[in-house]
């Protein structure tokens, strides 16, 4: 079945450091989002894409990055991570009406 | 402006009634979906239901009900007969954008449903 994945599942790491979160789908899908999840906001949406070679930054963009080298992979950096940036991150891709997301990412920033 | 309000942080209900759980919306755009997606306690995203703007029909699945009041920008989620595996936090979003390309999806802030025995 196609599915989307997300990797690691749990993340810690230190301020100032480099973390990169990876988000894989197989269905296909040209559209692609990353969303962190933070009590009392909801799902924020951080960037997205349209397609490879498409970035686009969200309403929380700031201090992360992503790139769109092939239609499956939609990877979330975080330049220098900052406590700030604690949080649960969610990856999803769609086509058509429904959203699909995957399994979660929980980073904690020490 | 917030696209997605949830004016309910939170709700109790009663094992086998029924529930409301509201969301009103803002869009210009003519062409748009609303969702309902449930997060129980172990993280992941269920989707439960969909209406489009230009469904005539409020949109049902098994016992959840979307309430499409489209002049009012309201999409309430209606849970009937209540069950304690319902008990999650529940948010209401929506899609901006025609087709597959050029989407957007919104979320609001959740409500978190406790279902008591």
């Known amino acids: 079945d196609a599915e989307i994945t997300q990797s690691p599942r749990h993340k810690i790491t230190e301020t100032g450091r480099q973390v990169t979160l990876a988000c894989h789908q197989t269905?296909?899908?040209?559209?692609m989002f990353w969303y962190r999840q933070d009590l009392g906001h909801g799902l924020r949406l951080i960037h997205y894409?349209?397609?490879?070679?498409?970035?686009n930054k969200g309403e929380v963009s700031d201090g992360y990055s992503v790139s769109r080298s092939n239609t499956e992979d939609l990877p979330l950096t975080l330049e220098s991570a900052a406590s700030s940036q604690t949080s649960v991150y969610f990856c999803?891709?769609?086509?058509?009406?429904?959203?699909?997301f995957g399994s979660g990412t929980q980073l904690s920033v020490l | 402006a917030q696209k997605i309000t949830q004016t309910q942080p939170g709700m109790f209900v009663q094992e086998k009634e029924a529930v409301t759980l509201d969301c009103t919306y803002d869009?210009?755009?003519?062409?748009?979906?609303l969702f309902w997606y449930k997060q129980p306690s172990s993280g992941e995203m269920i989707f439960l239901i969909y209406?489009?703007?230009?469904?005539?029909q409020n949109a049902t699945e098994g016992r959840y009900s979307l309430n499409f009041q489209k002049a009012r920008k309201s999409a309430n989620l209606v849970i009937s007969a209540s069950q304690l595996g319902d008990s999650a936090m529940y948010f209401c979003?929506?899609?901006?954008?025609?087709?597959?390309?050029?989407?957007?999806?919104?979320f609001g802030p959740g409500t978190r449903l406790s279902v008591l025995p």
């Open positions: 209406q489009g703007s230009y469904d005539q």
């Open positions: 894409s349209y397609g490879v070679q498409d970035t």
């Open positions: 979003a929506m899609r901006e954008g025609f087709g597959n390309y050029g989407q957007n999806f919104v």
């Open positions: 869009t210009s755009d003519p062409s748009y979906g």
């Open positions: 269905w296909n899908h040209n559209n």
């Open positions: 999803a891709s769609s086509e058509g009406e429904k959203l699909f």
